[in-house]
């Protein structure tokens, strides 16, 4: 087993909360994790809701399933019977033991308002994401502090040549997808999503039209990077705004795709300024994008950022820093691709760029930014596809993009 680096934060919660919920999407190794842990410092006793015998009888009595529990659990895909929620809140304000429940499930139980307010105060929830590059390299190093540290970035002992980097792109973080061969991956990405629509989606909504999916996540792998227009998405796909909004949010609900926030100086402002969409894995954008990606392709650009944003999004979930991860754009269209915000207010403004030479003004959005919150602006790097660090004043420098890749 791949090593995961959020299971220290995991195995920290179970000593002082009562409910643990390890969300993130199907086949990312959730229940591999949790039945790690229960082998390795937290003994559960595992029960899965994909075990029809199991499922039956949690959905049909979940007060009488929760009550017949009396040891530590492990409560495996549990979003497919959302009345258990409420019994384990009941059991949980009756007995708030540490660690009585560690629970996992393909959704994010945060955006579906009918499960959102179940164990509020309860539970804590920890996402896991597909594998990250620092994972399948097996090294831990702490890229997010090193940004904010005081200390001058430095380039050694790197993997990710280019070739490297595209194979990273293509085959994405799922740990299957690891150990298959990559001409069989086309394949296993389609069953993925065939069950996410026709499974996932369905039992999380009753919502109509789930046959216009597999377009829209087309249009969106198309939109990678770019401002969600949902007025723009209704005259594409022919489906009104309302439902659209709908499918939106349980994609995200699903870890399929990944809403980026704005950032604004006014914390106010965040909540209107609309977002970008990504998607939770390049692997999975790829294969919906249906060509060959090389540094030459129209999208690559908006590839490489999707990339590398999901990258910094893993590294962050175990880093000792907890950013908040957003993007930069002002009203005259300058941009910063990624804005980590540090707790203390301190910005780290991050570009990427697909090309290993840089033209003049490539600092031109980071140095208006710069100039905007002065003090706040801790650092600023370009990743770029070339092989030296490169300063450009004393806070912002060109780095290699290979620099999130350390060989050890």
């Known amino acids: ?3 995961r680096f959020i299971s220290e934060k995991i195995m920290t919660a179970l000593s002082d909360r009562p409910a643990v919920f390890i ?3 199907r086949q990312a190794g959730k229940s591999t994790l949790a039945l790690h842990l229960s082998k390795n410092g937290h003994p559960a006793a595992y029960y899965t809701f994909d075990d029809l015998a199991v499922y039956s009888q949690a959905k049909s009595d979940p007060v009488g399933f929760i009550a017949g529990l009396h040891e530590d ?3 495996d895909e549990i979003q497919r019977v959302p009345e258990l929620f409420y019994a384990i809140k009941a059991a949980v304000d009756k007995n708030r033991t540490p660690g009585r429940f560690l ?5 994010n139980i945060m955006v579906l308002p009918e499960l959102s307010d179940a164990l509020v105060g309860r539970m804590e929830m920890i996402p896991l994401e597909p594998l990250a590059m620092a994972e399948i390299l097996d090294y831990k190093g702490d890229r997010i502090n090193s940004l904010f540290s005081n200390d001058p970035i430095k380039v050694t002992n790197c993997n990710g ?3 490297d980097l595209l194979k990273w792109i293509v085959t994405g973080g799922y740990p299957e997808l690891q150990k298959i061969q990559s001409k069989r991956c086309s394949a296993w990405f389609d069953a993925y999503l065939s069950t996410i629509i026709q499974r996932d989606l369905r039992e999380l909504s009753n919502i109509q039209g789930l046959a216009e999916l597999p377009r829209l996540l087309r249009i969106l792998s198309a939109q990678t990077g770019q401002l969600l227009n949902f007025a723009g998405l209704s005259r594409s796909t022919g489906i009104e705004q309302k439902t659209l909004k709908r499918f939106v949010t349980l994609l995200q609900g699903l870890y399929i795709i990944n809403l980026l926030p704005a950032w604004s100086p006014n914390i106010g402002k965040r909540m209107i300024k609309t977002a970008k969409v990504f998607f939770r894995d390049t692997g999975i954008l790829v ?3 249906g060509h060959i990606i090389s540094r030459h392709s129209d999208q690559f650009g908006h590839v490489l950022e999707n990339f590398i944003l999901m990258e910094l999004t893993k590294q962050a979930s175990w880093s000792s820093v907890n950013p908040q991860i957003f993007y930069y754009r002002t009203a005259g269209g300058s941009e910063v691709d990624i804005i980590l915000e540090h707790p203390d207010g301190r910005i780290v403004a991050i570009e990427v760029k697909g090309q290993s ?3 003049p003004n490539a600092a031109g959005p980071m ?7 002065k003090h706040k602006f801790h650092r600023g790097i370009i990743l770029y596809l070339g092989e030296h660090m490169i300063p450009i004043d004393q806070h912002i420098q060109a780095v290699p993009t290979s620099w999130l890749f350390p060989s050890d």
């Open 1 to 3: 087993m791949i090593q």
């Open 73 to 75: 659990v492990i409560l």
């Open 357 to 359: 030479t840089l033209k």
């Open 103 to 107: 629970m996992t499930g393909s959704a």
């Open 161 to 163: 040549a280019e070739s």
């Open 367 to 373: 140095k208006n930014l710069q100039s905007q919150i």
């Open 287 to 289: 294969h919906l994008l």
């Open 23 to 25: 969300s993130g999407a």
